[in-house]
Structure formats: structure tokens, C-alpha cells
């Protein structure tokens, strides 16, 4: 017989956890002496089983956690607290389960049990010393274990799915007031909410809701709605929200400061402006009234959190979500964006970051409900799973615009992918370089520009709703979108079909 | 400097084994109650308040008189600043504040900071609402009226290209994260919570994530605001959760007092150090306390009034006791929130009640707002860094100017104790009904 004791890896959580299976068969030579007449799996062979599985897993947890690329060779050291509690017959299928309990630079430590038909037949809690290949010496049986442990690893990893979205864009293009001095007019994408919703806020609070906010609630409410959420559903649902920049209250500072200085002949300039500010203004200056504008419409009660900065914080909502779903395991939540595309916005935008030639800005909203893959009892129907989420270390300047760029190297450093979908606020001759340069580079890619006008946060949410509708249409298995921020700071999310097995 | 020479990405598949620890390795704060961690524990020991009459601008026509504002000169800590950075600080308190506690600390963050990689350190920063300041835009408001501008063009004046990220009137959200992630290279994230009065918590609790995760080995956290401005006092006041000045213009904010009638505007800045158990055993260095559990939860009731029933403010509390697996008679101090508003202090006391049942008559509670006033966005940051304090030098400060307790069953504190304190519960809960509540227990070394 050879040494080999796991004949598969079931599923793998690096850092965490591994499940494999060995399956006992009478020809093996071993039964005709143990013993003789009556085989019983040797209870060692169970413990080494054991072994060989945690091995696997602080082999591939190892180089990960120290950020170390030498190869590791875990070594059995300890065996602790072993117990069998039944034996094993030729012929009965071992699910092997074992954990890591912690791990340092040399040494590791784990727990493991056997299950057979669904009952417990051993546990043992072992001890690794994790000596690198360089400590070991050449060892041609290095290579050879290699080979063994990399083919029978299929990962199955912890996912956050997709599991329902809904959108809302600008549908027409409005001309707002003259802004520049010189007379020429901007271009805005504003968001007209339906009136005749069943969802439509009350109307003292639409007064001082942005049409975004209010977009947001209907949406979200149909969509929970289609999907049956019940109450006790909603006490737990988490809510990640981004908000780009949250600077539209100018136009209502505006109104009444305008008001209050109409009359020359007032003097007392601060009494005035005290009087006529709404009772309510401050809810645009509290930064969080969108959030509880939707919570308060969605009865949503979870883990929450608002995020703020430019682009940007679709990206880091969006990974925050991600991670709450990956930890906590049956937990369900809402993430998404809304952007006003009002006035003030749009001047910045123009002024501080591109010429008029750029992407003009624009409204959207976009959600979607994320799920464990994991989770037994889903919400919603899966979509689209995301399999990498990862961001460029570009830490920008906030005195200068900045020149370098990552962009190629953070898409190379992810998954292989099968298109790609660019996103951001550039000006039209930077689309077509980078379009270029993405071309150049062997990959297949589009960009967003131009299709929706820039949406802030909620670019990189449109960007994964077109690669969904890409996956379901041109049966792509997997699609990379790249959102770059005005600071340059380039976001990185891939998405994966459901079906799509990677080896 | 060398910011943008990291060719690196950093990605969230990486993560590797949870430790299941996030630990705070250091702390500093500017507030009204003193620059730095001596000047504030000396406040809180001689019960010197920081509330003040408000002399950075005329409150003549506003009913609103008193704040508590940081009054030392800041202006040591703004030597060796570009233009840019200046001009940006003298439009927005918010950001001198930031950068005033930046340097307050920098020494220190530079050296927790040094040898780790740009992808392993983030920054997650709890910033308040910007509000243009009243000064720089009522001339520009007498010249509209004259129909001479447009007030958006006015204010924000044509950009000077040398200072492209920085505005006039109104600063991006980011600059302040941003301003730190340059110096500190913080290359894994920037991010800024804006949820009012929790800002400063919830960026602890979303900082404690990617520690945990094994994302990063490092998150700076911290949270700036001020208040004390026309506009914002005006837009508070309206809101009803300021009391007019009559009379007597001190002592204006008593929390869990039977006669509270608001809270105190106040300012703070301040930033702590967030690290992983592999940080601390490869670096050696002694952790101050142990972030043990967090509660995160929504009212989903009202966006002016705290949910009466108090139902989310007790899951949030709840979470954080639980998730820090101690029982409820373990709990040494409970820092509340304690706004010295109306509705806040006692919804805050029947959470509290709803989840410590009997054990609650036996821990100590007390709100220092009254001393240091309600810095918004910054609360949770000074009051994390004043709880530390008090783990640091066994002490527990009492409510200052609380004569009458709403409740005289409970142990709510008028007079500064002396006691080990070791297992907190630190509670921040925002307008609009944010609920945010931290455990912490305090490391011995």
C-alpha cells in the first residue's frame, strides 16, 4: 500500500479549515494482517489521515499568512488527546474535518475528527513543526508530495453572491441654470422618482430627501418586496451605503441665506439667517440622514455603515459588505450607492478634475443583496458570486493630481478573467488610451464611458450589473471591472458564474 | 516623499488566518478638555470643564452663547505647512484639528507605522458634515443680492491649479484621511464614515474587520469635527437639541439630570491605532486594551427622534456584551453616551436597564458631554481615548453638573471615583437612530 491517506479534498478555507475524504478498500494488503479475519482500519493510519489533511492546510495557509514564498513541510510533532470511539471497516468512506487552532513561524497547531456515515469516530489534536524547504535540504520527495497535495486541492471557496439587484439612471439630460460666468451651461443627468409609486416617501419627508435618496427607497422597497423579506428578515439585514460627496446641502444653505440677505436694510445679518433656516436643515448636515432616510422606509435594523469619499466608497462599501457576508456566515445584507449629480457636484467635478470635455455627471442609484454561498436559506435567487475584490496602494495626494498608475499590474494580479469592463471619470482621449492600453496588454475590455455620465459611487455598481448581464449573455465565465476614482485610485472586483468550476 | 512608488495591490482573497483580536496600541486627542492625553486626565481629575463662552465669533443675534472649543493655541502644530494645507485649515476647523492631532502624534505613528508595507496599513476616519464657514460667505451673499454672481461660481471660487484637490468654501470628505495616508503611507485603504454623532465608532468598529480578517496588520482610526461655527449652531439649534442660553450661560448641558434641556456643542480631533495580534508578536510591543466586542444596529424609526422603545439600542449593546462573551455583572465602568438631550438620556438608561437587568444597579455609569461637550463626529474617538484613560489611571470621572438623577436606583456617578477599571462598555448613538456600542478591557502588561 502507498502512504497516501486523503484521497480527495473536499473543500478548503485557507487559514481556517479543510475537508477531505479516504475511503477504506478491502484489497488493501494491510487487512490481511489486521488482523487476520476480522480487518479494522489501525487507529494510526485514522491519526495519520488526520495528519496528512491539516498538513495540506498549513502548506497552503503558510506562505499566505507570513507573506513568505518559500515552501513549508509540516512536520507531525505532538499527538494530543487522540480518542477513537468506534473502528473503521473496509469499505466505510472517512470524512476527514480538521481546523487550524493557530499557526506561528515555526510551529502549528490543529484539530481534526473523522466522521463515517454521519457518527463520530475519532478525534485528535496534533502538533506540526513547519520547517521550510531551505532547512529541510534537497529532497527529491519534496517535489513528488507536491504533486500529490496540488492535484487532489480543488478549492471551494467562501463566497458572497449576488442574489438580487435594482437600478436606477438618469434618463434624460436636463439643462440646469447657467453656471459659469462665460455663459455656458452644464449638462446634468438628474433622477425623476416616480410620483405614482406605491414606495413614494411621505411627503414631509420628500421635502427634504434628494431625488437619489428617494429613488433609492422605491427601489429598494419593490425589490424587497418581490422577494417576500419579512420583518424579523429585516432586524438582522445589514446595510453598507456610499454616498460620494455629500455636499448638495449647498443648495438649501443657499436658499435660506439667500432669504435671509434679500432685505439691505436688515443689519442683524446672523438673526436673520437664524430665522428663516428651515427647522430641519440640519438633516442635510447630518451626514447619515440618507441612511436613515432608507432604513426608517425599509425597516432595516443591522450592521451598518455610511461611507464617503468620492468614488471610492462604492468600492469600499461594496468590500466591506463582502467581508461581513464572508464572516458571518448567514447573514444577508444591502449594499449599494446613490448619487445626486446635483449642481455643486457637478461644478467640483468640472473644476477640480477634468475640463469640460470629461464625463458629465450624472444620477443613479444602484443595490444589490448580498448572500453567503454557504447560507441554506437564501433570499434571493444567486446571481453572480465575486471571487476577488482587490484595490491599488496608491496613496494619493490631496495637494497634486497624480500620474502614476497600477492599473495593468492590479488586473494582472488577479484571477484570470475573460473580459473586462472599465469605468471612471476620464476624459474621452484617457478612455482610448486606456482602452488601448488594456488592449495591448492581450485583454478583451470595454469601457463605460460615455454611457451613463459619471455616477461617483455608483459606477462600479453599473459596472457589475453590465458584467452580470455579459456572464448571462455571452456566456463569459468570468468578468473583471476596474473603477478608477478621480484620485486615481484604481478598485478591482471580479465576478464569477455561478455554474463556473475553477480548477 | 514617496507615496505613489508602490507597485502593489492588495487584495481581499488574501486574508489569512483570523487571530480573532484587535488590540489598541496607542491613542491621543485634542479636546476641549486639554491637547494631548495629560492636559485632558488633569481636566478630568480637578473637574475642570471645557465649556466656555463662545468668543471665536459674535453670538449677539443667536440664542446660543456657550461651547466647549479647544482653546490652546494650535498654532505650533501648523509650522512646516504648504500653502495648500494652510489654506484649507483656515476655512475648515475641521481639518485644522485633524492635522493639529496628527502632529500631536506623529512621532509615535510614524514609529507604530514604520515597518510595515504599504498594503498592510489602512486608514478609516469618522469626519462630520462640512459646513461652509459663515464669515467667508455672507460678503459674497451682499454681493448676490445685487445680483452681481452666481453664488455657486462665487464661493467657490476659481480653483488655483497648485492646489487641485483643496477647495475654498467646502473641502472633500477625504482630504482628511487622505492628508494622514500621505504621511503615514497608508496604502491598503482610505475610507471616511459619515454617520453624525457615530462617525467615530463605527470607524473603529469598520477598522476592526480587516484586522481581523488578517487583511492588514495596522488601521489608523480617528475622527474629527467642530461644531462651533454659525451655521452648524444654527442648524442644531433648530433641530431642538441645543438649549437657549438664558441667564445663567454655564453648566448648560446635564446629562441624565431630571432637568436637562440639550447638550453642549464641542470640537475634537483625535486618532488611535488599531493593530493585530501578529503586529504585536512580531513587534514586541504592549497593547492598552483589547477590542472585545461591538454592537452595530439601525432604529429604522424616525429620522428626528431616537426610537422610544429603545429596541435597537439595546441589540446594539446587547451585541457588544455578548459578542464579548463576559457576563453582565463582569462590567467594571459604562461610559454612556449621555447627550444631556431629553429623548437620548433616558432611552439610553432603559437599553441599558433592558439588557443588565438587576447587575446594572451595581456598575458605575457616567457621561463626561457635560465636561467636554457633543463633538458629533468626534465623539466616539474622545470618548474611546477618555475610557482609555481611565483604564490607565483607574479612575472613573463622574456627570459633572448632574444634581438630580433621572433614575436614583441606578449608579449614576456625580463625583470621580477611584477604581480599577478593566471591562468597559462605551456606547455612541446618532441622530437618526445609529446605534453603535464598543467593549473594551484593558490589557495588563
Known amino acids: 500500500m502507498r502512504f497516501l491517506l486523503v484521497d480527495k479534498v473536499v473543500s478548503i478555507e485557507t487559514g481556517k479549515s479543510i475537508q477531505g475524504v479516504k475511503c477504506w478498500s478491502l484489497d488493501n494488503e494491510i487487512f490481511r494482517d489486521h488482523f487476520p479475519g476480522a480487518p479494522v482500519v489501525p487507529g494510526v493510519l485514522l491519526v495519520e489521515s488526520v495528519a496528512q489533511l491539516l498538513g495540506i492546510l498549513i502548506e497552503k495557509s503558510f506562505n499566505k499568512r507570513f507573506n513568505d514564498p518559500d515552501k513549508v513541510f509540516p512536520l507531525l510533532s505532538i499527538i494530543q488527546k487522540a480518542k477513537f470511539r468506534s473502528i473503521v471497516r473496509p469499505g466505510d468512506q472517512c470524512e476527514i474535518h480538521a481546523e487550524l487552532k493557530s499557526m506561528k513561524e515555526m510551529k502549528a497547531t490543529g484539530r481534526g475528527y473523522i466522521m463515517v456515515d454521519g457518527r463520530k469516530i475519532m478525534d485528535v489534536t496534533l502538533n506540526f513543526i513547519v520547517p521550510k524547504e531551505k532547512d529541510i535540504g534537497y529532497n527529491p520527495f519534496i517535489k513528488k508530495r507536491e504533486e500529490y497535495v496540488y492535484n487532489i486541492t480543488k478549492v471551494i471557496r467562501n463566497n458572497a453572491l449576488i442574489t438580487a439587484s435594482c437600478k436606477s439612471e438618469a434618463k434624460r439630460k436636463i439643462e440646469t441654470k447657467v453656471l459659469e460666468e462665460d455663459g455656458s451651461a452644464a449638462i446634468l443627468g438628474a433622477l425623476e422618482p416616480d410620483k405614482e409609486s406605491e414606495f413614494y416617501p411621505e411627503r414631509s419627508d420628500t421635502k427634504l430627501m434628494r431625488n437619489d435618496i428617494i429613488e433609492s427607497i422605491i427601489g429598494l422597497s419593490g425589490l424587497m418586496k418581490e422577494l417576500g423579506i419579512s420583518e424579523k428578515q429585516r432586524e438582522s439585514l445589514g446595510l453598507f451605503i456610499a454616498n460620494g460627496v455629500f455636499l448638495e446641502n449647498a443648495d438649501t444653505f443657499v436658499t435660506s441665506l439667500t432669504k435671509a440677505f434679500s432685505n439691505p436694510s436688515i443689519e442683524n445679518r446672523l438673526g436673520a439667517v437664524y430665522k428663516y433656516t428651515p427647522p430641519l436643515l440640519a438633516l442635510e448636515t447630518l451626514t447619515n440622514s440618507s441612511m436613515s432616510f432608507i432604513a426608517k422606509y425599509l425597516s432595516v435594523k443591522g450592521y451598518n455603515i455610511t461611507y464617503g469619499n468620492t468614488s471610492a466608497s462604492g468600492f469600499a462599501a461594496l468590500e466591506d459588505a463582502i467581508r461581513y457576508i464572508k464572516n458571518e456566515k448567514s447573514a444577508a445584507c444591502i449594499v449599494g450607492a446613490s448619487n445626486c449629480g446635483g449642481i455643486y457636484s457637478n461644478l467640483m467635478f468640472r473644476k477640480f478634475y477634468i475640463s469640460t470635455e470629461g464625463w458629465h455627471e450624472s444620477a443613479g442609484t444602484a443595490f444589490f443583496m448580498l448572500e453567503n454561498s454557504q447560507n441554506q436559506t437564501l433570499i434571493g435567487k444567486p446571481k453572480v458570486k465575486f471571487i476577488h475584490t482587490s484595490n491599488s496602494v496608491h496613496i494619493p495626494s490631496i495637494l497634486h493630481k497624480s500620474k502614476q498608475r497600477f492599473h495593468l499590474d492590479i488586473v494582472k494580479k488577479g484571477p484570470e478573467i475573460d473580459h473586462l469592463i472599465l469605468s471612471g471619470p476620464f476624459t474621452s482621449g484617457e478612455n482610448g488610451r486606456l482602452v488601448d492600453h488594456f488592449s495591448d496588454a492581450g485583454y478583451s475590455c470595454q469601457s463605460r464611458f460615455g454611457k451613463t455620465g459619471n455616477q461617483g459611487p455608483v459606477n462600479i455598481f453599473s459596472g457589475v450589473l453590465e458584467g452580470i448581464e455579459l456572464l448571462q449573455r455571452k456566456s463569459l465565465n468570468r468578468v473583471g471591472i476596474l473603477d478608477i476614482d478621480p484620485y486615481q485610485r484604481a478598485s478591482y472586483i471580479c465576478i464569477e458564474r455561478l455554474d463556473y468550476e475553477y480548477r | ?445
Request: charged share 20%.
Open chain 2, 1 to 445: 516623499l514617496t507615496h505613489t512608488n508602490v507597485p502593489h495591490t492588495y487584495a481581499l482573497n488574501d486574508w489569512i488566518m483570523s487571530t480573532g483580536k484587535a488590540y489598541i496600541v496607542d491613542y491621543d486627542v485634542i479636546s476641549p478638555l486639554g491637547i494631548g492625553k495629560v492636559g485632558v486626565m488633569d481636566s478630568l481629575k480637578n473637574n475642570q470643564p471645557g465649556e466656555g463662552i463662545i468668543t471665536q465669533f459674535s453670538t449677539e443675534n443667536i440664542p446660543f452663547k456657550s461651547s466647549a472649543s479647544v482653546r490652546e493655541d494650535l498654532s505650533a502644530f501648523q509650522n512646516d505647512q504648504t500653502t495648500g494645507i494652510c489654506e484649507a485649515m483656515k476655512h475648515d476647523r475641521k481639518f485644522e484639528l485633524t492635522v493639529s492631532s496628527f502632529k500631536l502624534m506623529e512621532h509615535k505613528l510614524r514609529l507604530l507605522c514604520e515597518k510595515i508595507d504599504p498594503s498592510r496599513k489602512g486608514i478609516v476616519m469618522g469626519v462630520g458634515a462640512d459646513v461652509p464657514s459663515y464669515a467667508l460667505i455672507a460678503d459674497e451673499f451682499v454681493d448676490i443680492q445685487n445680483g452681481k454672481n452666481n453664488p455657486f461660481n462665487r464661493i467657490l471660487g476659481k480653483p488655483d491649479r497648485f492646489h487641485e484637490n483643496i477647495a475654498r468654501a467646502w473641502n472633500p470628505y477625504d482630504i482628511h484621511s487622505l492628508y494622514v495616508a500621505e504621511q503615514l503611507e497608508l496604502g491598503a485603504f482610505q475610507r471616511t464614515v459619515l454617520t453624525a454623532c457615530t462617525s467615530s465608532t463605527q470607524a473603529v468598529i469598520a477598522s476592526i474587520g480587516p484586522v481581523l480578517s488578517g487583511q492588514c496588520d495596522l488601521v489608523v482610526t480617528g475622527g474629527t469635527d467642530s461644531v462651533i461655527n454659525p451655521l452648524s449652531l444654527i442648524s442644531f439649534g433648530k433641530l431642538g437639541v441645543l438649549p437657549e442660553s438664558e441667564g445663567n450661560l454655564l453648566k448648560s448641558c446635564r446629562p441624565f439630570d431630571v432637568s436637562r434641556n440639550g447638550t453642549l456643542a464641542g470640537e475634537a480631533a483625535g486618532f488611535a491605532v488599531i493593530v493585530s495580534e501578529n503586529y504585536l508578536e512580531k513587534t514586541g510591543i504592549n497593547p492598552i486594551c483589547q477590542i472585545v466586542g461591538h454592537g452595530n444596529t439601525l432604529d429604522a424609526y424616525k429620522i428626528t427622534a431616537p426610537d422610544p422603545s429603545g429596541q435597537s439600542m439595546m441589540k446594539a449593546i446587547s451585541q457588544a456584551v455578548a459578542s464579548s462573551g463576559w457576563s453582565i455583572d463582569e462590567f467594571d465602568y459604562i461610559h454612556a453616551h449621555g447627550t444631556g438631550t431629553f429623548q437620548n438620556d433616558s432611552v439610553e438608561l432603559e437599553a441599558l436597564k433592558s439588557v443588565f437587568d438587576e447587575s446594572l444597579k451595581n456598575i458605575p455609569i457616567s457621561s463626561t458631554k457635560d465636561r467636554h461637550g457633543h463633538a458629533i463626529a468626534a465623539a466616539g474617538i474622545q470618548e474611546l481615548s477618555i475610557v482609555l484613560l481611565c483604564m490607565q489611571n483607574r479612575f472613573i470621572p463622574g456627570t459633572m453638573n448632574l444634581e438630580e438623577p433621572i433614575d436614583p436606583d441606578l449608579k449614576l456617578i456625580k463625583s470621580n471615583l477611584n477604581t480599577n477599571v478593566d471591562k468597559v462598555l462605551m456606547n455612541n448613538f446618532a441622530f437618526g437612530g445609529i446605534n453603535a456600542a464598543l467593549a473594551l478591557k484593558k490589557c495588563w502588561t
